[in-house]
Structures are given as C-alpha cells and as structure tokens.
C-alpha cells in the first residue's frame, strides 16, 4: 500500500477556495481502529469552509497553527473499503460505507469506523455523501438536544442550507409544523422539503413576537444568521427551546461560536432551555439517518455533482451562498 499514489485536493496554506489544487499525492494507511476508503463522492460544507480559512482561529490548535496540519480537505464521504486497520471489527474489505474521514476530497481516504456505517440501501453514492457531518448535526439537534414532539411549532433558520434542508425534514418527520427561514430564491426547494411556511430573512421578521403566547415558536432551531439569544428566547413559548447551531458571519476568533456559549451559560436563569449544539459524529447516529432514508422520510437536497478537479469552483459557490441544500463531490 505504502507508496502508491492517488489524485487529491491539497490546501498547504489556509485562505479561500484559490489554495485548492488537485495533485498527486500518496496515499494514506490506516491506523488503529480505522479503515482506508476508496471514495466514490465526498461533500463540502460550512465545517469544510471554516478549516479551509483555519477559522476559528481557536480551531487551529487542533487543525495546524500556520497551515492545515492534514493537507487534504473534505470529511464526509461514501466508498468502498478497501483495506483495514489493525483492530477493526465488524468491517470487511468492500464494504459499502458512509460516514466522516479525515481528507475525503481524495480516491482514497481514511476514517475510523467509529464514524462509518453501511451505505443506506438504494441510496447512490453522491447522496450519501452529503448525509454524515449536515444530517447528524440536523438529527442531533431536532430530536436529541430540542426532542421535538407532534404538533410541535418549530422554526428553522438557515432551512436552505446543508442543515438546515436536513432539520426541516427530521422535524417534519417528527410530526411537527415547520417554518423555514431562508431567502426567496430558495424558498421553492424548502417548501418541496416538506416545511409548512417559509420566510425571507432578507424581509420578513421570523422573530417578531406574537400578542398571543400560543402563537410563539415551541423550538427554535437556529441554523443561519447570528440573531441575538434575547431576541430567539423572546420568539419561543416560556418553556420553549432554542437550539444555536450556526453562527454565519461571527469573528475570527471564535466565528460567532461565543453567542453560543454565552446564550448556553445564561440558560439556567431564564425559563427557555437554550441549548448550544456541538455535534459528534458516531455510527448510531448513521444508522438513524439510513432508517430515514430508506423510509423515504428524509431525502438528501443534493444542489449538483461535481468532478473532484472542480472542487475549488464548488467551494467558491458554497462561499458566495449559491448552493441550495449540499454539494457532492464526484471523485
Ligand atoms: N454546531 C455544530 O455542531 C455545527 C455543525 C455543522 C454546521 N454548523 C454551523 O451551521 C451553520 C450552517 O451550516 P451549513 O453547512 O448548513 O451552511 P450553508 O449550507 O451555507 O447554509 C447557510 C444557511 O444560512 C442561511 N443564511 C445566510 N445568511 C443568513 C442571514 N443573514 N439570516 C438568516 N439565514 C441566513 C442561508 O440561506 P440563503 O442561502 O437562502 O440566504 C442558508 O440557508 C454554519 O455556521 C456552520 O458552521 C454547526
């Protein structure tokens, strides 16, 4: 294995989409408890676009201090096993899997199975691979930390975008009425995801309070836009949730993750639970994720497929908010 090369995206430095170029590299062996992947499609998102710019900058203790210390992008992916790592149970060399890697913009990658899970059945490579990093942060938020229940009124900001396009359809499947916040030239693919009203965040007021209490929002999922805590905690009943996900637009530092932890540390003195949403990334929360989709509750807005050699033109869309749902990455 060692020696043999493959063609990848690699980022030597952090900045935007023009440090992406496609080269050859060799490829990666598995360690402990991982297993190397033969990537059919990856995806790109927010999280992708933060490590590219080493942003927050808190982040880059983890990621590399002056340049991105794993010089391939790209986490989610779905493939092939093709060979595994010492200690690995329950996995077998060709397997179909989906899930998170470390550098899946690449024909190979490795990801430790603890983030795996079998690929959904019937689902094609390219929409799977949009699921692993958008679909568990949607899952997690919806049903784990807010644990939206039928009938539910629940808002989603941010409804057009990777999330966003999964929380509108979990907490549908939940049984709830969702409103989507995002802007009119998209409102047309939320509505298709099933979300009952849909508001332009460049108009309307999502926030507006209503006279009647009855008539606040029960969850608050708040995914796009960095909308002050008082204001979301103002919009839900009094034992309402609001659920900070997203911080578009923050500083460098912490890249708006501070509205976050402030919000979560002020929770205990105010009736709402506001909760701030850290994702993980396990095979459990996989394995909901393909229920969904093979029931037909959940089906992935894929916005395009596009070649690995266009992957720095992908980004350069997410980054100027063109996309509508994920873009999948054919490798
Ligand atoms: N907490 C966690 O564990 C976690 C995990 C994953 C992602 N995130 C964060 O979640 C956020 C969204 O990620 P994503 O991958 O879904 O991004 P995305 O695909 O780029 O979607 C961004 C969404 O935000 C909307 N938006 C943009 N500007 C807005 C504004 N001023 N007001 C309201 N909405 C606005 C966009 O709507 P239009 O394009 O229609 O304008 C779009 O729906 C990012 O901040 C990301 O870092 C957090």
Same mark, same amino acid.
């Given at each position: 294995?060692?020696?043999?090369?493959?063609?990848?995206?690699?980022?030597?430095?952090?900045?935007?989409?023009?440090?992406?170029?496609?080269?050859?590299?060799?490829?990666?062996?598995?360690?402990?408890?991982?297993?190397?992947?033969?990537?059919?499609?990856?995806?790109? *998102?927010?999280? #992708?676009?933060?490590?590219?710019?080493?942003?927050?900058?808190?982040?880059?203790?983890? !990621?590399?201090?002056?340049?991105?210390?794993?010089?391939?992008?790209?986490?989610?992916?779905?493939?092939?096993?093709? %060979?595994?790592?010492?200690?690995? *149970?329950? !996995?077998?060399?060709?397997?179909?899997?989906?899930?998170?890697?470390?550098?899946?913009?690449?024909? !190979?990658?490795?990801?430790?199975?603890? /983030?795996?899970?079998?690929?959904?059945?019937?689902?094609?490579?390219?929409?799977?691979?949009?699921?692993?990093?958008?679909?568990?942060?949607?899952?997690?938020?919806?049903?784990?930390?807010?644990?939206?229940?039928?009938?539910?009124?629940?808002?989603?900001?941010?409804?057009?975008?990777?999330?966003?396009?999964?929380?509108?359809?979990?907490? /549908? %499947?939940?049984?709830?009425?969702? #409103?989507?916040?995002?802007?009119?030239?998209?409102?047309?693919?939320?509505?298709?995801?099933?979300?009952?009203?849909?508001?332009?965040?460049?108009?309307?007021?999502?926030?507006?309070?209503?006279?009647?209490?009855?008539?606040?929002?029960?969850?608050?999922?708040?995914?796009?836009?960095?909308?002050?805590?008082?204001?979301?905690?103002?919009?839900?009943?009094?034992?309402?949730?609001?659920?900070?996900?997203?911080?578009?637009?923050?500083?460098?530092?912490?890249?708006?993750?501070?509205?976050?932890? !402030?919000?979560?540390?002020?929770?205990?003195?105010?009736?709402?639970?506001?909760?701030?949403?850290?994702?993980?990334?396990?095979?459990?929360?996989?394995?909901?994720?393909?229920?969904?989709?093979?029931?037909?509750?959940?089906?992935?807005?894929?916005?395009?497929?596009?070649?690995?050699?266009?992957?720095?033109?992908?980004?350069?869309?997410?980054?100027?908010?063109?996309?509508?749902?994920?873009?999948?990455?054919?490798?």
């Amino acid at each position: 294995m060692g020696g043999e090369l493959m063609r990848a995206v690699v980022q030597r430095e952090y900045g935007g989409s023009g440090t992406w170029t496609v080269e050859q590299i060799e490829r990666p062996t598995p360690g402990r408890g991982e297993v190397l992947v033969e990537v059919e499609a990856a995806a790109i *998102d927010r999280g #992708t676009w933060h490590l590219m710019h080493g942003e927050p900058w808190l982040a880059r203790l983890a !990621f590399g201090l002056r340049r991105p210390r794993n010089p391939v992008p790209g986490r989610d992916l779905a493939g092939t096993v093709t %060979a595994l790592g010492p200690g690995v *149970d329950g !996995f077998a060399i060709g397997d179909r899997v989906y899930g998170t890697g470390s550098g899946s913009l690449a024909e !190979f990658t490795v990801a430790p199975v603890a /983030k795996l899970a079998p690929m959904p059945a019937g689902c094609p490579a390219e929409r799977a691979a949009v699921l692993p990093v958008s679909g568990q942060t949607a899952l997690q938020a919806v049903c784990d930390v807010a644990r939206v229940q039928p009938g539910q009124r629940v808002l989603v900001t941010g409804a057009s975008g990777g999330v966003g396009s999964f929380a509108v359809q979990i907490a /549908k %499947a939940a049984g709830a009425e969702v #409103t989507g916040v995002c802007s009119a030239a998209k409102a047309p693919a939320v509505r298709s995801l099933g979300a009952d009203h849909v508001l332009d965040h460049r108009v309307d007021d999502p926030l507006a309070v209503p006279a009647d209490e009855a008539d606040r929002y029960d969850v608050i999922i708040d995914i796009g836009g960095r909308a002050p805590v008082k204001r979301l905690r103002r919009a839900v009943t009094r034992d309402g949730v609001v659920v900070l996900v997203g911080g578009l637009g923050g500083g460098k530092l912490l890249a708006g993750y501070e509205r976050a932890i !402030f919000g979560a540390v002020r929770s205990p003195f105010v009736p709402q639970r506001i909760a701030m949403l850290a994702s993980k990334e396990q095979s459990a929360d996989l394995e909901r994720l393909s229920a969904m989709i093979e029931s037909g509750a959940v089906v992935p807005l894929v916005d395009s497929v596009v070649p690995l050699a266009r992957a720095a033109e992908a980004m350069a869309s997410l980054e100027a908010g063109r996309v509508t749902g994920k873009l999948a990455i054919r490798i």
